[in-house]
């Protein structure tokens, strides 16, 4: 099973960008579909970015399309969030995860979190 790590979370001014990442270990991420979560405070954990393979194919939730890019460097091993014109509403506790067959529902592995808090 591979282990995901976050980083790159932190305090930002609402405008501002972040660049998140999710370093696997274990096992290579080639065979595995990425994506990344987030909670915010009293809500469910949401799916909001994922990405596939080989890194041709990725979705957004509605939400963030247009401000948010998931990629992946599956030679580093390493998924990336860039986040930009972050919102007040971006706050949350982003989570990396990865599923072998893209079923989102119960990834085979999840990251401990990382939390980003825009300010307003």
């Known amino acids: 099973q591979v282990q995901l790590v976050e980083s790159g979370g932190g305090l930002v001014q609402a405008g501002g960008s972040l660049r998140l990442s999710c370093d696997a270990s274990?096992?290579?991420?080639?065979?595995?579909?990425m994506a990344w979560f987030r909670q915010a405070p009293g809500k469910e954990r949401a799916l909001i970015a994922s990405?596939?393979?080989?890194?041709?194919?990725?979705s957004y939730t509605d939400s963030v399309k247009g401000r948010f890019t998931i990629s992946r460097d599956n030679a580093k091993n390493r998924v990336y969030l860039q986040m930009n014109s972050l919102k007040p509403e971006d706050t949350a506790v982003y989570y990396c995860?990865?599923?072998?067959?893209?079923?989102?529902?119960?990834?085979?592995?999840w990251g401990q979190g990382t939390q980003v808090t825009v300010s307003s």
């Open positions: 990405i596939s393979w080989g890194g041709e194919s990725t």
């Open positions: 274990g096992r290579t991420i080639g065979r595995y579909h």
């Open positions: 995860a990865a599923a072998v067959l893209g079923a989102w529902g119960a990834p085979d592995s």
